[in-house]
């Protein structure tokens, strides 16, 4: 199994532009999580998918943030606008039981 | 709620040396442990988990974790630590058998000198 799938790896983006963070989980499974790692805050949950339904957005910072998971095979995490304090490394994980399995994560930087 | 401390940012160990890195948590119920570690620039990396049974869990790379009840800790363990086991520890706690309650700690620093 290929793991976890995140594209892109790294993104540099100005001020104010769309980003698409793309994630794709182990096949069969289940749940689909989205995290944030900064230094100042470490690592945040974000939102979380069970059976593609959002069952926890609570960790979504603002109305800037959203995120869509159409099929069991894909998720994406969307900011628009961006700005500069969304630099971050955002990380996508994916579980079966009780086990989550992390991406490499997207290295997201805002000028 | 649960939560999860690791109170220590940085521990420094010699090589060759036994580490610990410490682990405490709160949460309702019966607990579901983990440990994590992460590389620079990677993601992170399961490492082994508590669910029940054995109080003494093995896992990855050597490491193993002990789960005590009643002082709410399951610390990190390693016999002899290598240089390469450098990076960033995490622990992590949930109550739900489904994972989806994830909390996790805010990271120890582990640096092997040679």
């Known amino acids: 199994d290929a793991g976890v799938i995140q594209s892109p790896r790294h993104e540099v983006t100005e001020m104010g532009q769309e980003v698409t963070l793309r994630c794709k989980p182990i096949s069969g499974h289940n749940s689909l999580f989205w995290y944030r790692q900064t230094m100042m805050r470490g690592l945040e949950l974000l939102i979380y998918?069970?059976?593609?339904?959002?069952?926890?957005d609570s960790g979504m910072p603002e109305d800037r943030f959203s995120a869509k998971m159409p099929n069991a095979s894909f998720s994406t995490l969307k900011i628009q606008p961006s700005e500069p304090r969304d630099s971050a490394v955002y990380f996508c994980?994916?579980?079966?039981?009780?086990?989550?399995?992390f991406g490499p994560g997207t290295r997201l930087l805002v000028l | 709620a649960q939560s999860v401390a690791q109170p220590e940012d940085q521990v420094n160990v010699a090589e060759g040396n036994p580490l610990t890195v410490k682990c405490t948590y709160s949460?309702?119920?019966?607990?579901?442990l983990f440990w994590y570690v992460q590389y620079p620039n990677r993601g992170l990396q399961f490492l082994l988990k508590?669910?029940?049974?054995?109080?003494l869990v093995k896992g990855s790379y050597g490491f193993e974790a002990e789960f005590n009840k009643s002082q709410t800790s399951f610390h990190l363990k390693k016999p002899s630590a290598l240089v390469s086991d450098s990076a960033l520890y995490f622990c992590a706690v949930t109550p739900d058998n489904y994972g989806q309650n994830f909390v996790f700690g805010p990271g120890t620093r582990l640096s092997v000198l040679p």
């Open positions: 998918f069970n059976n593609n339904v959002p069952i926890d």
């Open positions: 949460v309702s119920g019966n607990p579901y």
């Open positions: 508590y669910i029940t049974g054995d109080n």
């Open positions: 994980a994916s579980s079966l039981s009780q086990t989550q399995y």
